[in-house]
């Protein structure tokens, strides 16, 4: 139950997010296709980890249950500070608007890319909670490379509209990970 319970409530906050996502003010979308796949690997991993949790019951342990907890809770803490920060240009497409602004406050001023960050950290976070393991190979094999890819894209981007500005934003600030970067 309490696995039921928690897929319930990882994928509220989802339909929260696009909720908020629709508010947004749009711009041209690039690699439109990209949002409906992440979104079917998404559910991927959501089913193998119902699947592998129901079909083939084992011993869950609860340490990895905890851990799995933590990285769920503190992805949750990443993208909702994103979603805070960027406000109306909050948007789960790769858009660039006319009157697109290089944010580079708030979560932006550790990470360039907190959103990415917490949906790597939830994809892997959803298994462990569930102790699926082999759900955690279909994250690794199929969700994380595609939004590696859209990373890559959207990086691209923003070096387009915006020059030498990103530049210096991505010698300065780390895509994923807070920790010292190299000038």
Do not use: C
């Not at 109306?88 to 979560?107: A, V």
């Amino acid at each position: 139950m309490f696995l039921v319970v928690f897929l319930g409530l990882a994928l509220l906050e989802r339909w929260y997010e696009y909720r908020f996502s629709h508010r947004a003010e749009r711009g041209i979308r690039k690699m439109a296709w990209s949002y409906a796949a992440l979104h079917l690997f998404y559910l991927a991993v959501f089913v193998a980890t119902a699947v592998e949790y129901f079909g083939w019951p084992r011993p869950v342990r609860g340490w990895v249950t905890g851990v799995g907890l933590t990285v769920f809770a503190v992805s949750l803490l990443i993208r909702l500070l994103a979603i805070r920060t960027l406000g109306r240009f909050w948007s789960l497409d790769l858009e660039i608007r006319r009157e697109h602004k290089l944010i580079t406050e708030g979560i932006y001023g550790y990470v360039r890319h907190p959103a990415y960050l917490a949906i790597m950290l939830e994809v892997i976070a959803v298994p462990l909670v569930a102790n699926a393991y082999g759900a955690l190979v279909v994250a690794g094999a199929l969700y994380l490379p595609l939004l590696l890819w859209r990373w890559s894209r959207e990086e691209r981007e923003m070096v387009d509209k915006f020059g030498n500005l990103y530049v210096e934003y991505q010698h300065r600030v780390p895509a994923f990970f807070p920790w010292p970067h190299g000038k």
